[in-house]
């Protein structure tokens, strides 16, 4: 097959989150990965600077998933999780639940984050209801997070472009916190900001306006990664749980982005010193190998729904590929994986250096914020006056002339490497993307 689609091909791929006339005058094309780096169909070799989608901490096509994928598709392709089970997947959820530290959790697995997100919602509002309180079906979510783009997702999430089209169809009694950036007070914050943990007090003015007891569950990426690599206040994760423990009210972490690794710690549950009720994950949790996401609930959740008679569904929720055994033997094979080269920890290592190599573009032409936080990090640029959006896709396609491959959403570009780069890859990463800031800012 050519490496390049031919004009119809193109028209006919309708692509995800793409600007699909623009990108199909000039496609960008991908054919291969391996470690770390991209091969374009130009044969561009790129530094792959924000893991796939921040999903592919091990890099690309690591020997050992590849192995298991392989394995796994000529023994059992497919085994149905609806009234029958194949035993990787209990004990996938098992090593889940355990590399949490909540080793009582229970795990309910999905394709995707959304799907993840959409399923925690609905666990939620169907727990209260199975105790008893079935007027609590409020979600609180915040401004500016991301939780994919199930209805549940936009719902929740507090992207405006993801939600403005969509209106009629919103989940209704969804109220939203605040967002936590704010530049004239915690710009340029290395880690997490000092300003800001008052924020965390609008929950419980929330919770005063609609009365707890028709809430169901607080929603909350720990850090908010689609949005820009926004950084919670110091304390604020934990005083939304005080409020939420004083309530009755469920918190559920999305740690679609930062499970399994990103912050250094297993979860951001734990770089925090926070636990949740809930935490959906996906991406990470096999490499993105094959889709696979999940919901790990705490057991007080779960046992809630093992009442009445024992031969009636108790969550009539799941999907077709739910566990698929491709996608739970790439997850077996990528946490062998983290373990075995200790990777989990070398993102922590990491961390310190994307650190200083990211806040040294402090001062550079068009930068007018800098974040980061575990393994990830973002800068924030002026727009071109009238033109939202435009001058991070130039410094995006600037940088990926350059060799390094980035993410650009608003007036935001994002790095979240590999957890296998070197220090000189993401110092190198880093320059390119300097080099990029300058030379989209001469050209004017
Ligand atoms: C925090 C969070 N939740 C949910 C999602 C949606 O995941 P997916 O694209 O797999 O549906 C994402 C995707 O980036 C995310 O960052």
Not at 101 to 118: I, M
Not at 346 to 363: F, N
């Amino acid at each position: 097959m050519s490496a390049v689609p031919s004009e119809a091909a193109l028209r006919a791929w309708w692509m995800p989150f793409t600007h699909n006339r623009h990108f199909k005058a000039q496609p960008r094309l991908i054919v291969s990965g391996q470690g770390a780096y991209y091969t374009l169909a130009d044969g561009r070799r790129v530094f792959d600077g924000l893991s796939g989608l921040w999903c592919s901490p091990l890099g690309h096509s690591p020997a050992r998933v590849v192995e298991a994928v392989q394995k796994q598709v000529a023994t059992l392709d497919f085994a149905p999780s609806f009234q029958m089970g194949h035993t990787a997947a209990f004990t996938l959820a098992e090593r889940i639940a355990s590399l949490a530290g909540r080793p009582d959790d229970k795990v309910f697995f999905v394709n995707s984050g959304s799907e993840a997100v959409d399923t925690a919602l609905k666990i939620a509002v169907a727990y209260h209801r199975a105790r008893g309180e079935a007027s609590r079906t409020r979600i609180i979510g915040r401004e500016r997070g991301y939780h994919g783009v199930g209805m549940g997702g936009i719902s929740v999430g507090g992207i405006l472009a993801n939600r403005k089209m969509f209106a009629p169809l919103m989940i209704p009694g969804v109220d939203h916190l605040p967002h936590t950036w704010d530049t004239s007070k915690m710009g340029y914050s290395r880690g997490q900001p000092d300003w800001g943990l008052h924020l965390a007090e609008d929950l419980e003015r929330i919770v005063a306006l609609h009365d707890a007891s028709t809430i169901a569950a607080v929603i909350v990426e720990p850090m908010q990664g689609s949005t820009g690599v926004i950084v919670p206040p110091k304390g604020y994760l934990q005083r939304l749980r005080e409020i939420c423990t004083k309530h009755g009210i469920l918190l559920i972490f999305d740690e679609v982005i930062t499970g399994f690794g990103r912050l250094g710690t297993p979860f951001a549950a734990d770089f925090f010193g926070v636990q949740p009720d809930m935490t959906t994950f996906a991406k990470a949790v096999n490499n993105a190998t094959v889709p696979l996401g999940g919901v790990l609930a705490a057991s007080q959740i779960y046992d809630t729904f093992m009442t009445g008679p024992e031969h009636i569904i108790e969550f009539f929720h799941g999907y077709t590929y739910s566990a698929h055994p491709l996608a739970v033997a790439a997850a077996h094979a990528t946490l062998d994986e983290l373990a075995a080269a200790d990777l989990i920890n070398r993102a922590a290592t990491l961390a310190p250096v994307l650190e200083d190599a990211i806040h040294s573009l402090r001062g550079e032409a068009l930068v007018t914020d800098i974040r980061n936080l575990g393994l990830a990090a973002a800068i924030d640029v002026t727009p071109v006056p009238g033109k939202p959006a435009l001058r991070a896709y130039q410094v995006f396609e600037q940088a990926l002339s350059r060799g390094l491959m980035l993410r650009f959403t608003g007036e935001t570009l994002a790095l979240a490497p590999p957890f296998i780069s070197s220090e000189d890859e993401i110092r190198g990463a880093v320059s390119a993307l300097r080099e990029s800031l300058q030379a989209v800012s001469s050209a004017g």
